[in-house]
């Protein structure tokens, strides 16, 4: 019986009956399963004890979540049953030399810091983990100020490695970053894989670089030459390595050259798609089209690769020296200055567009590459013999089947059929989010009045859910009660919202807000209203650049695409206010083509 063996168990039988099954459909080897648990059903501890089970018969278990704040929950719960985890955190929040970078984990070298033997013990390491509510962060930065003391630090990232334990559990990019996943590899290659939160295949794993140019677009549009803030944002970072490196001066003033010409040459570039687009050179003109209705604009690669392979020299150099001055930071025991960098975005981006296999466009101020092929995501699953997805969103049987061309016979598809916390709804039909009347005056009327009414009559925390960015933007700016909303700009990091004492937040689908977003306090979720605004269907393939390529490259139908996500997407945010089975919320669903026997997918 299950239950000896986890006492915990008795609490919830039926998550025994979804355990026995995971692992019957490994027995009858099943590649993919796909398990959809609702929130605060207990998937952290089924993922657990399936890996557990299979530890006992010496398989290696890869837990995938998607961000390292999602770790302590697993952390959390092995303590519960009484099992140690092999972990692999974001090396960024876990060494205190690199803390205040923005570097990705493939970019921190350990193999030059002494401190990568200077391990803690696993109890002793568990405990002050315990003592700071699993905040790598803090536990980090406690070990950053003994650096600056000259007390001997410890290394948390190489003590969860060595933990000896069959569970390995990491953030997503070890999953799909194939250099972080050798990584993990060498520690013996997992048997399975369990996938946290799988509906994210649909969302986050597409897009796998981001380069914001707000900045220098609307504070350096024309300016060119040393005036550039491009150019003068890399000579100070690459002043940083000369002095540390002690680079000469003839190959300072050298890339100097090269950094104005390259800085010249990719903010022309960047301007003229935008001058191009919207036919005029007036910055103004083009931050208010952006802004009121954002464009995704397609970026030929070749284009793009030209100015990259004229400056060639400069980015093998700047590769040389980025490179040199990290390992140059961890031989001397000294932390990475500034908090941000800019070079390491660019020697990304040098190397990304090598990539065949991602699609560039320009996404409002941000250049963004996405893998628009979706067998290009499942090959990451390729070395693992079962792969387990779990999600209170997840596909069905026959959407997966269709969305990566997967044969039927090798998914299984288990539902826990657990309702938890109250929801209530109500669907209100004077306002339509079809493309063709969002800017029709009498229904853009109506939804406003829909909005006082509903933030007159209900407490705080009330959370709204628009289809679109640019229409949240359009129907935010006319309203006369904006002093009493929280807007997600895309920029406002997550934490924000935890400081906020606005009654409302106003946020789009497919945003970080809807996955990330946890109100809570004692146990209890704050959130008591959800307001979907509209469908939240993806834009039209006629309106979407980046849909219909994906669209194309996958052989799919846009309306079976746009049904996943817009499910995933109310679920979402649904699930943002159900966190806990004593928590009820009242849920309001705005659009005229809502009915009321679709309310059983979401209620």
């Not at 501890?45 to 697993?74: C, N, P, Q, Y």
């Not at 929040?93 to 921190?108: D, H, M, Q, R, V």
């Amino acid at each position: 019986m299950l239950q000896d063996y986890y006492p915990i168990l008795n609490n919830r039988p039926y998550q025994i009956d979804v355990i026995e099954k995971i692992i019957k459909d490994i027995a009858d080897n099943k590649r993919y399963i796909l398990v959809d648990s609702p929130t605060g059903s207990g998937k952290t501890l089924i993922s657990l004890i399936v890996a557990d089970l299979l530890s006992k018969k010496d398989k290696i278990t890869h837990i995938g979540v998607r961000t390292t704040e999602e770790i302590k929950r697993f952390l959390e719960d092995s303590e519960k049953l009484n099992i140690y985890l092999k972990i692999f955190p974001n090396k960024k929040k876990t060494c205190p030399l690199f803390i205040n970078s923005n570097l990705s984990g493939e970019e921190i070298i350990c193999s030059d810091c002494i401190y990568k033997k200077a391990l803690y013990e696993t109890d002793i390491l568990y405990d002050l983990l315990k003592r700071y509510n699993y905040d790598f962060k803090k536990l980090t930065k406690m070990e950053a100020i003994k650096i600056d003391k000259k007390d001997f630090p410890k290394c948390i990232y190489q003590s969860f490695k060595k933990i000896d334990s069959n569970i390995y559990i990491s953030t997503y990019p070890y999953i799909f970053n194939q250099y972080l996943n050798e990584i993990l590899s060498l520690d013996g290659d997992p048997d399975f894989l369990i996938m946290d939160e799988a509906h994210n295949l649909l969302t986050t794993i597409l897009n796998p670089y981001s380069l914001s140019i707000k900045r220098y677009i609307e504070k350096s549009f024309k300016i060119r030459g040393e005036q550039n803030l491009l150019f003068q944002d890399l000579i100070k970072e690459f002043e940083m390595i000369k002095e540390s490196l002690n680079i000469s001066d003839e190959d300072y003033y050298n890339l100097r050259d090269n950094l104005v010409q390259f800085s010249d040459q990719f903010l022309s570039y960047i301007e003229n798609i935008f001058i191009k687009k919207f036919n005029t050179e007036d910055i103004n003109i083009i931050k208010s089209r952006i802004n009121s209705n954002i464009k995704e604009i397609y970026i030929d690669k070749k284009d793009l690769n030209e100015i990259f392979d004229l400056n060639r020299y400069l980015f093998d150099n700047l590769s040389f020296y980025w490179e040199t001055y990290k390992r140059y930071i961890s031989k001397n025991n000294l932390q990475l200055p500034k908090k941000k960098w800019n070079i390491n975005k660019f020697i990304k981006l040098y190397t990304y567009l090598s990539d065949k296999n991602i699609f560039w466009i320009m996404n409002s101020f941000k250049l963004e590459g996405y893998i628009t092929k979706f067998e290009e995501i499942i090959k990451s699953f390729d070395n693992y013999k079962s792969i387990i997805l779990m999600s209170g969103s997840n596909f069905s049987k026959d959407n997966f089947s269709k969305l990566y061309k997967v044969d039927p016979n090798i998914i299984d598809y288990i539902k826990v059929n657990v309702n938890f916390g109250k929801k209530e709804y109500d669907l209100i039909y004077n306002f339509s989010s079809r493309f063709s009347l969002r800017n029709d005056k009498r229904n853009i009327e109506n939804l406003i009045s829909d909005i006082k009414l509903i933030s007159e009559n209900f407490d705080k925390y009330q959370l709204y859910m628009f289809p679109s960015y640019s229409f949240m933007l359009n129907i935010y700016n006319k309203l006369d009660i904006k002093d009493i909303i929280f807007l997600d700009d895309g920029e406002k990091s997550l934490n924000k919202i935890l400081k906020t004492d606005k009654k409302i937040v106003f946020t789009y689908s497919r945003s970080r807000y809807i996955e990330g977003i946890q109100l809570v306090k004692n146990n209890r979720s704050l959130l008591k209203v959800i307001v979907i605004v509209g469908k939240p269907y993806p834009p039209p393939p006629n309106a979407s650049i980046l849909i219909n390529k994906i669209i194309k490259d996958n052989n799919i139908d846009y309306r079976d695409l746009s049904e996943i996500l817009k499910d995933i997407n109310i679920k979402q945010v649904i699930g943002r206010a159900i966190r806990y089975p004593e928590d009820t919320v009242k849920i309001f669903f705005i659009d005229d083509r809502y009915r009321k026997m679709e309310m059983k997918r979401y209620i």
